[in-house]
């Protein structure tokens, strides 16, 4: 079973320089439950490349929320990885999570 700190390292996707969250935005998640997700654009794309995660392409409905995710994306990077959080928190589990299906926690 790994570790919160391994989980951290991993994100849910298939190959290196996939789409993470399966397109959508990872800025629309913090638009609020009346708002997001958004689907993301691939005029709006980045990669973001860590020593532990590799390279993760990540998806934006619009330029402005492309530059928000640059500015801050320690905070606007999907949590577990964008992983199941019920499946990692409470069965020690990895399993991909329905991009639909979610909640920001505001800590």
Known sequence: ???TSEVLAWVDV???GDIA???YDPVS???GADHGP?????EHETIIETLLQ???RYRFASEENLAK???DYRHLKPKYGGFCAAGVGLHDKL???DPLVWDIDPR
């Open 21 to 23: 969250l399966s397109g």
């Open 38 to 42: 958004l689907m993301g654009k691939a």
């Open 54 to 56: 590799g390279r993760v």
């Open 14 to 16: 298939k190959n290196d």
């Open 1 to 3: 079973v790994p570790d």
């Open 29 to 31: 998640y913090h638009a």
């Open 69 to 71: 995710f640059r500015a």
């Open 95 to 97: 399993a991909s999570a």
